[in-house]
């Protein structure tokens, strides 16, 4: 395989990293339709856990079986499919080789009340990423929890066993908890930052929500203005979010949230594609409509990358 | 011995397990007089820790002996016998490969206030499960109580020690604690919710109860509602919670809770063999009765699991 | 030494168990005065710890010095001697063999408030016990503290390490806490309960109190009176908790608790004796008194044991 | 390289250490513009996980990007460059070798509430700075949290490991938390008190802010006062800071806090040089101006520490 | 070296040791110039930790540096000297070998608020006080806090291991907390008591405080008055505590407290010979006295306990 341009300077960005974590990057970066222009599209299916699975499946129903997942991310040529570790084991076999897929290493669920509802469960470990040959490991931080420092000093130990056996870390930075009111879970100095601490506990990829331009923190939103800091647009706050990602060193992906109308997703692209994010990871949008339109999706989103629309 | 097709079927769903795990799960499937059909029933005697030896056995006094459950087990041809380590330790001399063996690894007790009560203590370990050539590891989670994240974390730990020396691992995943209402413990959207996650950490088999058309969780409910699940039946409900078991990849075994009148015991039975169910795990309801009642109750079940009534 | 058939019939109870520690429990078995009956004496010294020096010596002074304990212990012809690492250790070299000692690995004190005083610290271990040339472990566990979950996960691991190295394993099962009212610390379902719970922890040998006619728990009780179970007399208490231990497949010796009158000693050393009971455990009651009142003491215990009184 | 006589002096006061970890010293000590004059300026940039990105690096936006603090280290001709685990690998191919680095071990964010805010997390290892090449390990304490007992244990732990692979150890010692008042985060009693308790916890260097005249506790007030230890000015402050650090056995820099005029930074390095302190930790006020104006603050620090101004 | 009798009937106390705990013990017994007697003398210094530095060295500056103790233990000719890590680090090279040392491993602060201050931080480990060839490790527990078991189960684990490598523990036993009143501190059954559980703990030398005839206990104080425990003189209070100690079985030291006159300094060390105590721990009424007096006032304890004064 040759490795293109675009992909050998992302992968220069992990400086000091050893040739088995930059390869398995480099295998996510070549795979699927997007491969080796940098950008990524990667499925996650963990809803299952977290909200249940008539919330999660119901909708369509063909996804209460774990193989339809594979096959839909392989089949829309995606860079990557990601899921715990039941998901992932129950198509180990038939779908072994047939896509890059990331382990999810912890889980949340909505059975939990009070504190204990701001943290998740461990559910996974490298050396089952090692057994089930995937390219990552993923892993959810809640920065403003109360939970955090721990949730923190739990991804650095995985990340730093993940690495050792050449396995790079995803981190899902996802902001919630006592510090943070409702709104400020996606304000922009909020994603920001949940995107620098990430970058700093070492994550190889960083996943992030998209942002709206609500400031919270009264200090940091003094900073904004006083520097005049543009976040009037999605593609405004998508590049504030990459210079808060090491100026760009470190690939980026963004979320797309609860199941919206297309438009809503293609123009979420483009904002992403502008502000020089890496991609989206998406979930509930694609596997809760017809198989048929989620390959309908996911073509359309590969061109909005590709530049095409 | 020849492996039936039904068993082969079952097997070939857990995708990526080793030879070991799988040979003793088809050592369980194919013993007892439903060996080869793909059906279930487990003895399962943890009671006395649970309540307390004399609600559990007085009504029965035989009980008391260690040795009369796996006599019983035996003598009524069941798949496998589970009970905690000392229940299992005071016959393993007399009753060495006579019967496959769950080795439950922790307990609940009645004497526990407050939050405390809402876990169970680690009483038996994997390598107490090789030790005593044990079948499986059986392990309880409380989805819904603030202590299940530990709970899960605990059995992924255990499952995977289990799963490296070939031994597989059945979850009883019992909804209860404090983001949960009475009737939600048994409530169709919950049970279902159970099984997945179970389902989601690496079951092997799985253990629910049967559940209510209650709906708990309102946003549950509003997808039942929306999307048509038809849960007015036991048998409908069986199979929603199979459907939520990796769409069937996944044996799941049903509970019969308190002692109740015996045609109670049998419609069970033929809702879970008619929604689709692996089979039934019965405790009170057999060991609490005289044996030769019981015998005749087991005989009776297996006869409906084969589909003769 | 050859061992007696009553001896055989009991070790042959502890199935699956290792020759190693079977030949421990043989040992203790087949030592003293009582040696080869099936039955046991045991001198526990962890007073010191638990009440302090003064109220436990001053009554005998000769008690604040650990010889005078284990020479009481070897004159008395009992099977065992049990105390803390300390008070072990201060005889060490002096009394190396000439009796059977058990190490308690945990220990309470009178110095603490609140939740801290329904724990105890573990300050012993198996490789001290190996060390010292014991024959068994000792350990407290508390059912019905909130601290009772944990302390059963200790006891099963100091257990299994134990049983590794040819070590037996007894546990005093003392009922306390915040789900047990005063009255319930002795009440007959608590203590069959309490010492359920240890045979199914797997100890070896199982210390209880002897307990009153009072009934704790609601649903329990039902049991009680609807099977009729007799609670009248303390030999069919003793009885009741000796069906609780695998119908007796267990070793189990009954506590005298706070010094009282020697008649008290002798009537209930008879009531274990006719309720199938295996022997007491006798501290305070022993070395509170006068030398040579506590050696007549136990003379008349043994004759009691041996079926003469 | 030739070791000059005063860092060879310094050097003898770190008595029973390793070659390794008094190499690495040295190490620190003889290079840069500074090099062998005993005395140390280091960058550290930790404040993009301490205040968030925009508050950090948005004044000056070449900030965002983590090779600029290396390139703005070595440019200056400072003693080492300080950063967590992200910061350092961002640029650990570019400059490996070109400054002796500091892994700063754990962090602290501005998305913490209550008594979880008063901790940090640790986000990196002995392993990671040994992989990158670090010069120096570093880790803040908070004398005066609830917490602080549990962060004395995690440095004692970390400086045992570090030590026994020749790297040596910076305590951060910042006084805050429940015990101490806002005033008293700066007082002069508080601050020799954190140098104290860094030395005894073994510090090969110890941080400490700069303080004021305030003495915020009552015992100690009164010593001082008794004694009178004179605190009115600076330098004395640092003085006595000295004295607190086994009498000036142990490297001491101080920190310049929020970013200030140049004119209050000039007077602070008179300050520690005049007292006998070996340097100054300087970040927001360095990083947070233009390039050429933090190279000449550099330039006029090291002038003062040279005794040229 | 001959070791005296009293020491080698001391020695022969320590039943099931190793040579190498009994040599270390040896050793500290026949230095300084009560070497041989069966009396110690020890000098400790870990009031920096505990109260600051101004408070312990200000009032004899020269305090400050760490070499100033080394070299009066020495000078005055004491049995050992004992510190913190970073204070006996500070003189390791220049003292190898001159006297012997106590590594203290853990210490307290007065920087803590609420709970947090009823413990200690554990600052020096088994390996520390083998690589700085100390002869002992001391270790602080405060029975009566809610701390208190955590405290135990550390102390014995440091014990056991410390034994295993030829090195004697010292356990400070100090009565603090939640469930002792503060006159209860030092009374006369607390300060028994606390004896006891250091000598059941294990303990080889055993350093509590003096005490009054205060009983704090309800039940302790009827058994000292039914008994006609004699506490009347400090001499006698001395004896039951040594009674409590195994009956002298151990080694005891009593501390001094707070500064105060010779005198009194005097008279304690008179009572506790008198009582049959092994020695006294002297640190502010030394070290914070200029060093001619500290001296002379070494050199009248060290006649006292030879008994010519």
Redo the contacts between chains.
């Keep these: 395989m040759k490795v293109s341009r675009k992909v050998q300077k992302i992968l220069a ?1 992990y ?3 050893t040739p088995g974590v930059k390869g398995k990057l480099c295998q996510m970066l070549m795979h699927g339709r997007l491969g080796g222009t940098g950008k990524m599209i990667i499925l996650p299916v963990d809803q ?2 977290e ?5 999660s ?3 369509n ?1 063909a996804g ?3 193989h339809y997942h594979y096959q839909l991310a392989i089949d829309a040529g995606l860079n990557a499919y990601a899921a ?4 992932l ?6 779908f072994a080789g047939a896509i890059p897929t990331i382990l999810k290493l912890n ?1 949340a ?9 701001k ?7 490298v ?2 990423a090692l ?2 040959g995937c390219s990552a490991i993923g892993f959810t931080i809640y ?2 929890s ?5 949730m ?2 739990e991804i ?1 130990e995985l990340r ?1 066993e993940a690495a050792s056996v050449g396995i790079p870390t995803v981190i899902w930075s996802y ?1 919630r ?4 009111s409702k709104d400020g879970e996606t304000a922009i ?2 994603a ?2 949940a ?3 990430a ?5 190889h990829i960083i996943k992030i929500k998209l942002s709206t331009d609500h400031l919270e ?1 009264p ?2 939103k003094k ?2 203005e006083d ?1 005049g ?1 543009d976040v009037a647009s999605q593609a405004a706050r998508v590049a ?1 979010c990459m ?2 990602s ?2 760009g ?1 470190r690939i980026v992906v963004f979320s797309g949230g609860a199941k919206k109308g297309e438009e809503g997703i293609y123009d979420d692209a483009r904002a992403i594609r502008d502000g020089g994010g890496n991609g989206s990871i998406i979930g509930r949008n694609s596997f809760q409509r017809e198989r048929s339109e989620a390959l309908a999706l996911f073509d359309k989103l590969v061109n909005i990358y590709k530049g095409n629309e």
């Design positions: 960005n400086e000091g990293e299952g856990f909200h249940g699975p008539a919330r499946f119901a909708p129903p209460y079986d774990p715990p570790l039941g998901m084991e129950a198509g180990a076999d038939t889980s669920n909505s059975l939990m009340s009070g504190t204990a509802g943290n998740q469960a461990v559910t996974g470990s050396d089952d057994r089930l920065p403003g109360d939970m955090a420092l721990d923190f000093e650095v730093r902001p908890g006592e510090a943070i100095d909020i920001a930052y995107a620098q601490i970058a700093l506990l070492g994550a923190l200090e940091a900073v904004f520097q800091i504030e210079r808060s090491f100026d060193r």
